[in-house]
Nanobody, 119 residues
Framework: VQLVESGGGLVHTGESLRLSCEASGFTFSSFDMGWYRQVPGKERELVALMPSGGGRAKYGDSVKGRFTISRDNVQSTVYLQMNSLNLGDTAVYYC?????????????WGQGTQVTVSS
């Protein structure tokens, strides 16, 4: 199983960035796919999560209206479009996959990609 993130980097406040996560080794379409982020000394927090069926996505409060998650089940890739970036978005962003409804019998994490927003 692999989740390979790309697209991170250094941007200025107000700019945009798109992260990609290419998945392999599991049945992508059967998994909820999402993004979490973490800064040193803090817990990993939800950024966005899209159900396996492509239904309504869930977003963290701090990114609602600015970030958009999407998935391509043919390419086994999940994307995170990040607009109007601010200093508080600086973090390591992790791709996440899970299978299940209430109980998740499979969960996978990517290695993370750094996003740094400067003023």
């Amino acid at each position: 199983v692999q989740l390979v993130e790309s697209g991170g980097g250094l941007v200025h406040t107000g700019e945009s960035l798109r992260l990609s996560c290419e998945a392999s080794g599991f049945t992508f379409s059967s998994f909820d796919m999402g993004w979490y982020r973490q800064v040193p000394g803090k817990e990993r927090e939800l950024v966005a999560l899209m159900p396996s069926g492509g239904g309504r996505a869930k977003y963290g409060d701090s990114v609602k209206g600015r970030f958009t998650i999407s998935r391509d089940n043919v390419q086994s890739t999940v994307y995170l479009q990040m607009n109007s970036l601010n200093l508080g978005d600086t973090a390591v962003y992790y791709c996440y996959a899970r299978r299940g409804m209430v109980y998740f019998d499979k969960e996978y994490w990517g290695q993370g990609t750094q996003v740094t927003v400067s003023s």
